[in-house]
């Protein structure tokens, strides 16, 4: 297996020879380079790429403002040379996923892992809120959050913090979906112009944000311009999920995933099939 070093150190391809597909894999907001991931991938016959979107040199500090056209490099290379182009993101990276799914026909397949069917503001405390992503040098049509809501699940944390309770933002993001209902239509991301297959993976325990709520109006979209969408969920699991595989990922210390160890490896385990039928 070769693995090669993109841009500097801003990225990672990991290709096994013989490789057919290229995947093009996307962590969440933590904005790390995926290279467990990808070496797992790898494992199983696909070539597999990771960049950094955001926090590397030229790029906006934060998940804020990002350029989709960060990704267009690197899926014109995989594309070049492989038979089939696959997506795969995480939470944040779900949605360029989804995005990118909507641009480039050539994907052939986009796989969602904790997904959200509607743009979000970027995460930054910068007011006024401003969209994730832009689109030749324009903002992507956005859902702002519920500032007040946002500071409720922070003050209800920590009035349960003698428990060791991290804020849930679940209610601050249906919060958001009610209060801005007159922004979601323009934000919703266009899942029908996605051309290739769609695989959405979402835990029934995700203490982020409602994952499957959000996988299923991806699902119902689709359906109404009968196209099929495979969604994977388990209701015990949380925001995270592991790939048969996978090392698990320390928790985070800012935040509730909800779901366990067990739960989030069982519905990798589950959705693994799946994503293993369209490498």
Not at 22 to 28: E, H, R
Not at 135 to 156: N, T
Request: with cysteine; net charge negative.
């Amino acid at each position: 297996m070769r693995e090669t070093t993109l841009a500097g150190s801003e990225g990672v391809l990991l290709e096994p020879e013989g490789a057919t597909t290229g995947v093009l894999v996307l962590s969440g907001s933590s904005g790390r380079i995926e290279t467990d991931r990808c070496r797992m991938l790898a494992s199983h016959g696909a070539a597999a790429a990771s960049i950094r979107y955001f926090g590397g040199p030229g790029q906006p500090g934060e998940a804020r403002l990002m350029p989709l056209e960060t990704f267009d490099d690197v899926l014109a290379d995989l594309h070049s040379r492989y038979q089939r182009l696959v997506v795969l993101g995480t939470s944040w990276g779900a949605q360029a996923a989804l995005l990118l799914g909507t641009l480039h026909p050539e994907i052939d397949a986009v796989v969602a892992l904790s997904p959200t069917y509607v743009a979000w503001a970027g995460l930054s405390d910068e007011r006024p809120q401003r969209s994730s992503w832009t689109l030749r040098g324009e903002q992507v049509p956005f859902v702002p959050f519920d500032d007040e809501a946002i500071e409720d699940a922070l003050k209800e944390a920590e009035g349960a913090s003698a428990h060791g309770e991290l804020p849930s933002y679940c209610e601050a993001y249906l919060s958001a979906l009610e209060k801005y209902a007159d922004r979601v239509p323009a934000a919703t991301i266009p899942v029908e112009r996605i051309a290739g297959e769609v695989v959405l993976v979402a835990g029934g325990d995700d203490a982020l944000w409602p994952s499957v709520l959000f996988a299923e109006a991806i699902r119902r979209r689709r359906t109404a311009h009968d196209l099929e969408t495979i969604v994977v969920s388990h209701p015990d699991a949380g925001h995270r999920v592991v790939l048969p595989g996978e090392p698990v990922l320390p928790l985070s210390r800012r935040l509730a995933w909800g779901g366990s160890e067990a739960a989030d490896r069982e519905l990798g385990l589950r959705a693994w099939p799946e994503i293993a039928a369209i490498l």
